[in-house]
Nanobody, 115 residues
Framework: VQLVESGGGLVQPGGSLRPSCAAS????????MGWYRQAPGKEREMVAF?????????NYSDSVRGRFTISRDNGKNLLTLQMNFLQPADTAVYYC????????WGQGTQVTVSS
């Protein structure tokens, strides 16, 4: 499984970004998908996770719940993360993750929240 993230960038506090992750393969609906982030000097942490299948049940870390929304489009092999009300503490490299007969990572996309 190959994962390619896009859509990071620089945004002011209170702003929004919508990074996406394109996945390879013809079994995307069977992949459990997630977004993780890693800030400088910190460990990688889970941000949001969505189960496999058509419904896709989301789960969020306490730090982003109510501000971020994870979604998947199984017809397009696409995972997105709508990030609203961004704060400087959200600054990190954001990684896409897929779990399907293994654990797979994208290359990451930088998100910087700064005035």
């Amino acid at each position: 499984v190959q994962l390619v993230e896009s859509g990071g960038g620089l945004v002011q506090p209170g702003g929004s970004l919508r990074p996406s992750c394109a996945a390879s393969g013809n079994a995307f609906s069977s992949y459990a998908m997630g977004w993780y982030r890693q800030a400088p000097g910190k460990e990688r942490e889970m941000v949001a996770f969505i189960t496999s299948g058509g419904g896709g049940i989301p789960n969020y870390s306490d730090s982003v719940r109510g501000r971020f929304t994870i979604s998947r489009d199984n017809g397009k092999n696409l995972l997105t993360l709508q990030m609203n009300f961004l704060q400087p503490a959200d600054t990190a490299v954001y990684y896409c993750n897929a779990r399907y007969r293994g654990n797979f990572w994208g290359q990451g996309t930088q998100v910087t929240v700064s005035s």
